[in-house]
T-cell receptor
Framework: GAGVSQSPSNKVTEKGKDVELRCDPI?????LYWYRQRLGQGLEFLIY????????KSGLPSDRFSAERTGESVSTLTIQRTQQEDSAVYLC?????????????FGPGTRLTVL | GENVEQHPSTLSVQEGDSAVIKCTYS??????FPWYKQELGKRPQLIID?????GEKKDQRIAVTLNKTAKHFSLHITETQPEDSAVYFC????????????FGTGTSLTVIP
């Protein structure tokens, strides 16, 4: 079946502009995660959703970052007033059920470049 | 919270040799330890995982070992091939932390033909 998809694949924006990144999880997956990966770095946890609620927002770097999810479907990550340090690949992943034992399947990522 | 450390950060081996990547974790509540492979410009993909009720798991040329007492787990790749070249990430997760996975900082493996 279809895997996790993300759009856009690439986004170039000017400093100060808002951007919206989209993630479509695997159908039936109740948990959804957002990560940030700077060039040559590891995976930085941002937020996860169980259904459409977000029990853990601890990874969001600042109040410029927000995310929402509609039901157990698409999620959007919004970055307001983008800064150059926001440049990174934003990865989304989904897993079947709640709990730390379930495999996360990653999307291809959105490469964000803030000029 | 959990803290996962991964070593080495870079690793070069000759084709056919073995490669070992080690991770340590801090919280005994962690009970699930996946390993992901990320090729250049691609998404991370799960290659093997282990749960805390077993000490070793093997899948062809890849194996993972877990030492719960010492709180460390390792990835072993035998008979390495050039296509094994990638960045490898370990992670730890536990129900105590909801759904949060704690990732290591990654190991860049280069297999020299």
């Amino acid at each position: 079946g279809a895997g996790v998809s993300q759009s856009p694949s690439n986004k170039v924006t000017e400093k100060g502009k808002d951007v919206e990144l989209r993630c479509d999880p695997i159908s039936g997956h109740t948990a959804l995660y957002w990560y940030r990966q700077r060039l040559g770095q590891g995976l930085e946890f941002l937020i996860y959703f169980q259904g459409n609620s977000a029990p853990d927002k601890s990874g969001l770097p600042s109040d410029r970052f927000s995310a929402e999810r509609t039901g157990e479907s698409v999620s959007t990550l919004t970055i307001q007033r983008t800064q150059q340090e926001d440049s990174a690949v934003y990865l989304c992943a989904s897993s079947l059920v709640s709990g730390g034992e379930n495999t996360q399947y990653f999307g291809p990522g959105t490469r964000l470049t803030v000029l | 919270g959990e803290n996962v450390e991964q070593h080495p950060s870079t690793l070069s081996v000759q084709e056919g040799d073995s490669a070992v990547i080690k991770c340590t974790y801090s919280d005994s509540a962690s009970n699930y330890f996946p390993w992901y492979k990320q090729e250049l410009g691609k998404r991370p993909q799960l290659i093997i995982d282990i749960r805390s009720n077993v000490g070793e798991k093997k899948d062809q040329r890849i194996a993972v070992t877990l030492n719960k007492t010492a709180k460390h787990f390792s990835l072993h790749i035998t008979e390495t091939q050039p296509e094994d070249s990638a960045v490898y990430f370990c992670a730890a997760a536990a129900r105590a932390y909801g759904n949060q996975f704690y990732f290591g900082t990654g190991t860049s493996l280069t297999v020299i033909p």
